[in-house]
T-cell receptor, first 115, second 113 residues
Framework: GENVEQHPSTLSVQEGDSAVIKCTYS??????FPWYKQELGKRPQLIID?????GEKKDQRIAVTLNKTAKHFSLHITETQPEDSAVYFC??????????????FGPGTSLSVIP | KAGVTQTPRYLIKTRGQQVTLSCSPI?????VSWYQQTPGQGLQFLFE???????NKGNFPGRFSGRQFSNSRSEMNVSTLELGDSALYLC????????????FGPGTRLTVL
């Protein structure tokens, strides 16, 4: 069945270094790819998203790249800070005629930024 | 604007019982989605409601159902509870659909004994 793989499952980086999380999706009809950040004990928050007609999107220290041919998309965080420590989830959805038809999340990556 | 609220925040039930969870979206948001979060299965999409109609549904058994009222508030019901239903149930609201920014509620922690 359709699924979204996410790697790595855990990631530790030194403060100031970059972090990269990669997701691979199986359904080529997927056309919307959001990333969520969930701090311990808190609710998920959308941090960035990308649509299938765009190859890259950047928002300050966060960027997402999409490779439709290889069916993978990646989250890049530069100049990491301790407050970036959280679990990050990717997702892939397929938009139908009226709304999205399917939403699948990756298993999550636990990012630790060491001061 | 007030954020998404969910009640109750914590719930303990026994197997075979049923439970109803409530979600109040951000004012003006018409789409409400429900998700189940567990350590083993991660985040899974349950269903989405828009204008009082279920618009999309994930791969969950019929024991999981929901509804949306005219003021966009939504309820989720789980009948004949099983141990595996223990999870954090999150709702999220957005203006139109999944591609509009989704704002999550704090969740309801359901424990089935």
């Amino acid at each position: 069945g359709e699924n979204v793989e996410q790697h790595p499952s855990t990631l530790s980086v030194q403060e100031g270094d970059s972090a990269v999380i990669k997701c691979t999706y199986s359904d080529s009809a997927s056309n919307y790819f959001p990333w969520y950040k969930q701090e311990l004990g808190k609710r998920p928050q959308l941090i960035i998203d990308i649509r299938s007609n765009v190859g890259e999107k950047k928002d300050q220290r966060i960027a997402v790249t999409l490779n439709k041919t290889a069916k993978h998309f990646s989250l890049h965080i530069t100049e990491t800070q301790p407050e970036d420590s959280a679990v990050y989830f990717c997702a892939a959805s397929i938009r139908g005629k009226t709304s999205y038809d399917k939403v699948i999340f990756g298993p999550g990556t636990s990012l630790s930024v060491i001061p | 604007k007030a954020g998404v609220t969910q009640t109750p925040r914590y719930l303990i039930k026994t197997r075979g019982q049923q439970v109803t969870l409530s979600c109040s979206p951000i004012s003006g948001h018409r789409s409400v989605s429900w998700y189940q979060q567990t350590p083993g299965q991660g985040l899974q999409f349950l269903f989405e409601y828009f204008s009082e109609t279920q618009r999309n549904k994930g791969n969950f058994p019929g024991r999981f159902s929901g509804r949306q009222f005219s003021n966009s508030r939504s309820e989720m019901n789980v009948s004949t509870l099983e141990l595996g239903d223990s999870a954090l149930y999150l709702c999220a609201s957005s203006l139109e659909d999944f591609e509009s920014t989704q704002y999550f509620g704090p969740g309801t922690r359901l424990t089935v004994l």
